[in-house]
Structures are given as C-alpha cells and as structure tokens.
C-alpha cells in the first residue's frame, strides 16, 4: 500500500478530515474531531490505528507487522507496516475498524450530527 492510496481511503469515509496538528511530517485523520489514524511523510509504509485491547493484542501475535501503537496507547493503538505480512484488504479494514471504534465511542448528539452527514454524502 503507498501513503496516498491510504490517504484517499481515509478521506473516503464520511466525515473525515486530514489534519497536521503536530508538525508538517505526520497526517492525522479525524472524524468529528477525534483521531482514528496517522501516518508520516517521513514513514509513510506505516500508520497507526485504535484498536479494540483484545483485539490488539490477537492482531500483535497474528501478524509480525503489527506493533503495539508507537507513541500512543499500547493498549488502545497498534502500529501496521504496510506491504509486509497485512494485505492491503485487511489493512483497509482495519482503518474501517478504528473509525467505527471512534464513532461508537461519540456522544449521542454527535452520533447524531455524524449520521446527518453520512446520510447527505451517500
């Protein structure tokens, strides 16, 4: 997987946002303004994504290319290389997964306001 087809997915899901809160070298995607993955220009064959702890840590032992989340949660973030031993496929899905763990984890009224916008994007 290259930076901009990772890149392009993200953006692709409703809601969504790219920012650069921290420097000019690390993308941050956001969906109602909380943080659902990042990835750096200076690394760009890897990103970090939330994950639910169990499954984090079945995904660790699953696949080598997967490491608890540098400097973030261990617990809650896990680091992917991209082109290594995750597909591509499961990659994305694991983008899908850590946007839904953050939608879930909105209030009620920006649940709301997100699927106001979901439903006018589709």
């Known amino acids: ?3 901009e087809t990772f890149r392009a997915y ?4 409703p809601a969504s946002e790219e920012t650069m809160p921290f420097d000019d070298d ?3 995607f956001k969906v109602m ?12 064959y890897q990103c970090n994504l939330k994950c639910d702890p169990d499954e984090a840590i079945k995904l ?3 696949f080598e290319s997967v490491k608890p989340g540098y400097h973030m949660s ?20 694991m983008v899908q997964d850590s946007y839904q763990l953050i939608i879930k984890s909105l209030p009620k009224k920006v649940q709301a306001e997100w699927e106001k916008i979901k439903n006018k994007e589709n």
């Open 26 to 28: 690390v993308l941050v």
């Open 1 to 3: 997987m290259e930076i």
């Open 74 to 93: 261990k617990v809650h973030w896990n680091t992917v290389e991209y082109n290594k031993d995750v597909s591509d496929t499961h990659l994305l899905k």
């Open 60 to 62: 660790r032992e699953q």
């Open 33 to 44: 303004g909380k943080m659902f993955a990042l990835t750096s220009f200076s690394s760009p």
């Open 10 to 13: 993200c953006l692709s899901l």
